[in-house]
């Protein structure tokens, strides 16, 4: 049994910072991708940034140079630094990570950000 749990969010002023963990535990051998989605209310969810195994990352072009994940392969653990945030930033943030040829999700944290 794996278990994805995320941490971290809240609620922030514009231009303000958070930074989101997401820790696995469980039945794990090693971690492929980790990467973090975010779906805000009456969207499809969306991918943030990702982070392989070896540290090549990806980011969507909308939070590029603000945004910065990481991971401590060692604590199974992903972060996702958020910087410059802004009102459309606002989501539901989830954990992803491709475990054994499956897929976990954690449960969400909430990030708000006010204008």
């Known amino acids: 049994q794996v278990q994805l749990v995320e941490s971290g969010g809240g609620l922030v002023q514009a231009g303000g910072s958070l930074r989101l963990s997401c820790a696995a535990s469980?039945?794990?051998?090693?971690?492929?991708?980790m990467a973090w989605y975010r779906q805000a209310p009456g969207k499809q969810r969306e991918l943030v940034a990702s982070?392989?195994?070896?540290?090549?990352?990806y980011y969507a072009d909308s939070v590029k140079g603000r945004f910065t994940i990481s991971r401590d392969n060692a604590k199974n653990t992903a972060y996702l630094q958020m910087n410059s945030l802004k009102p459309e930033d606002t989501a539901v943030y989830y954990c992803?990570?491709?475990?054994?040829?499956?897929?976990?999700w954690g449960q969400g944290t909430q990030v708000t950000v006010s204008s």
């Open positions: 992803k990570a491709w475990i054994g040829g499956l897929e976990y």
């Open positions: 469980g039945s794990i051998f090693s971690i492929n991708t």
């Open positions: 982070i392989s195994s070896g540290g090549r990352t």
